[in-house]
């Protein structure tokens, strides 16, 4: 019987970034990636950690701004690593807190600058008002997109961002231009919580079908019964903000 091959998932800071369920997103992506056939060898990475060698597909989740402020330097140090295997087109994940620190910096309303490692092209400014709640976007490539979001950040995109999203209920990057989360070549940063990968499979199988091709250039997923995900994204749509 051949070997089952191995898919290398790294968390980064679950100690400190891991927020309402983000944590979820790394079980999913577990879960999926053995339905579709595969072992899954699952990393950590945390403040003062070695960075793992082989690394396949990376996820990181949200926090408060003082969590955030506590990963800034050790994220800046491994920043340039995090770009290469972006430019080598590693698919990632970044939820709220670790996705504005994919970009450029997170203003804090109380003025205090932290530097991202400005792999996305974003830039976040804390703001008075939460945006808190549930939240649906629309995408091309995944359709209808659920989770729940709240921050007090406003991100803006630069040209080299793509959105994730087109917000349809709720406040996205900065409740003003419509936009939720962004894109740059397989890396994926967005707001939204929830976890998001449990109600929204295509966006993890998107995750998954990026690193398997990758690493082994064939891919032959299994069919999914998705059932149980469908009943709760339909839940999630009608639920009040
Ligand atoms: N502290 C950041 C903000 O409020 C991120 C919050 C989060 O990760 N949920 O904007």
């Known amino acids: 019987m051949s070997e089952k091959r191995v898919i290398n998932l790294l968390q980064l800071y679950p100690r400190d970034m891991n927020i309402y369920g983000d944590w979820g997103n790394a079980l999913v992506l577990m879960r999926r990636l053995q339905w579709h056939g595969y072992h899954v060898n699952l990393l950590s990475y945390n403040v003062g950690d070695e ?20 990963i800034g330097d050790d994220l800046l140090k491994i920043g340039p690593k995090l770009i290469d295997l972006a430019e080598d087109d590693v698919p990632m994940l970044m939820i709220c807190g670790l996705y504005q620190q994919y970009g450029h910096f997170f203003k804090t309303k109380d003025g205090q600058v932290i530097q991202g490692i400005g792999l996305l092209d974003i830039e976040t400014y804390g703001g008075e008002e939460r945006m808190i709640g549930n939240i649906v976007s629309e995408s091309d ?9 709240n921050h007090s950040g406003s991100t803006v995109l630069g040209a080299k961002a793509q959105p994730f999203g087109r917000v349809i209920r709720g406040a996205g990057n900065n409740g003003k231009d419509e936009t939720e989360g962004a894109r740059y070549r397989h890396v994926i940063g967005t707001y939204m919580h929830g976890s998001i990968l449990p109600k929204n499979p295509a966006v993890a199988d998107y995750l998954i079908e990026k690193a398997v091709m990758r690493k082994f250039g064939i891919y032959h997923p299994q069919v999914i019964d998705d059932h149980i995900a469908e009943t709760a994204r339909e839940t999630a749509v009608t639920r009040p903000r």
Do not use: C, N, R
């Open 141 to 149: 490539e995944f359709g209808t997109i659920v989770g729940y979001e």
């Open 51 to 70: 960075f793992p060698e082989a690394v396949d597909l990376i996820v990181g989740g949200g926090g408060q701004d003082s969590g955030q402020a506590k």
